[in-house]
């Protein structure tokens, strides 16, 4: 009994707190509650279709997993060994130990039971045979199932290591992509290999990126409509308020340096390619809205007010009084100019 007694004495003492720690955290508490019943739904309904709008909203960055095939000649190898570089290694697997008799364009289950293993979005095959030779595929996947595929032939590649740069960008680093060609919004091959591209360099979801601190620049350039593409990497120097105003900005080419054209491509149907651009709002948001009340251009608040038009057949208006008049009677004053000539 004594020590349990002591056992009990000693987490009550670890209980007490001192005046200031008190209102601490009961200011703390009060303050979590608070938050805690704005974000609440009203209905079971609407609570279930936000968890399951929650669920289905995807914060985090894309994994990517490198494959090759039996045959996989050495440019496409370096090709994907760059391309692996230039992603972010924590979200990024290179598998080219192994060799894999797999076709993408006769049956994909294979790939899928890869992306699925591995939880990846994008998986980038790169095979060589006398037909198709230096082949790179890129597979992007939506709910581990294919949703689209281009395949684009290798036709040089000069490695970061042949520029003999330092590469001096942090790991994560969100690149700017920059497409040079009026090709890319002409041609439907091209389109979708811009939106293919866009998709895999996104490290990070951002909606604005500080130019001072940007030093990544992936370039796309496309002069005809054969296909052919050449795609290059710059590092940007330091940058500061009056260079970025001005826009010179001194670069230099860090590598690596891949000439590819495409070949092939498999668009999606629509109704997987509606589903997979379907935009959630998340809880916050949904919950935070406010209707009727929108920012303008200077950040100045805004609020819309609707008022019920009024009828104005039933206002309580003051009543005018009316002048009564008796029939037959004449005005006041021709009755006095009658009396007056009696008399005379």
């Known amino acids: 009994m004594g020590k349990k007694r002591a056992v009990k004495l000693a987490q009550k003492k670890k209980l ?18 608070q938050i805690e019943q ?4 009203k209905s079971h309904k609407v609570k279930k279709m936000l968890e399951k709008k ?3 909203l995807q914060n985090d960055p894309k994994h990517t997993v490198f494959m090759r095939g039996n045959n996989c000649s050495q440019v496409t190898q370096d090709a994907m060994k ?5 992603r972010d290694l924590n979200i990024s697997k290179c598998l080219m130990q192994k060799k894999n008799e797999i076709y993408p364009f006769e049956d994909v289950s294979r790939l899928e039971r890869v992306a699925d293993r591995h939880d990846a979005a994008f998986v980038i095959f ?3 045979n006398k037909k198709r030779q230096h082949n790179m595929i890129f597979n ?10 281009i395949e684009v032939g290798v036709d040089s590649c000069t490695t970061m290591q042949t520029f003999g740069n330092i590469e001096s960008i942090e790991i994560g680093q969100q690149p700017i992509l920059i497409f040079q060609g009026e090709v890319f919004d002409l041609s439907q091959n091209h389109i979708r290999f811009k939106n293919m591209m866009l998709d895999l360099f996104r490290i990070k979801h951002l909606r604005n990126i500080n130019i001072l601190i940007a030093q990544r620049i992936i370039v796309f350039t496309a002069k005809t409509m054969d296909g052919s593409i050449l795609m290059q990497q710059f590092e940007s120097g330091k940058i500061n308020e009056g260079l970025a105003g001005e826009g010179k900005i001194e670069t230099k080419e860090i590598g690596p340096k891949i000439g590819m054209t495409i070949r092939r491509v498999r668009h999606p149907d629509n109704d997987a390619w509606k589903a997979a651009t379907k935009v959630f709002k998340s809880k916050k948001r949904a919950l935070d809205k406010k209707r009727n009340i929108s920012k ?9 007010a609707f008022i019920q038009h009024q009828d104005l057949g039933t206002l309580a208006l003051k009543k005018v009084k009316r002048k009564k008049t008796v029939e037959g009677q004449e005005s006041g004053g021709d009755q006095d100019t009658g009396v007056e000539q009696a008399d005379e």
């Open 140 to 149: 992007r996947m939506f709910n581990h199932q294919v949703l689209d595929m």
């Open 38 to 41: 704005k974000n609440k739904p």
């Open 82 to 86: 760059e391309l692996h570089k230039m």
């Open 54 to 56: 929650e669920s289905i």
């Open 126 to 128: 790169g095979s060589h």
């Open 296 to 304: 303008n251009e200077l950040g100045q608040t805004i609020g819309k």
């Open 16 to 33: 007490v707190r001192t005046p200031g720690e008190e209102l601490q955290y009961f200011k703390e508490k009060s303050k979590a509650m």
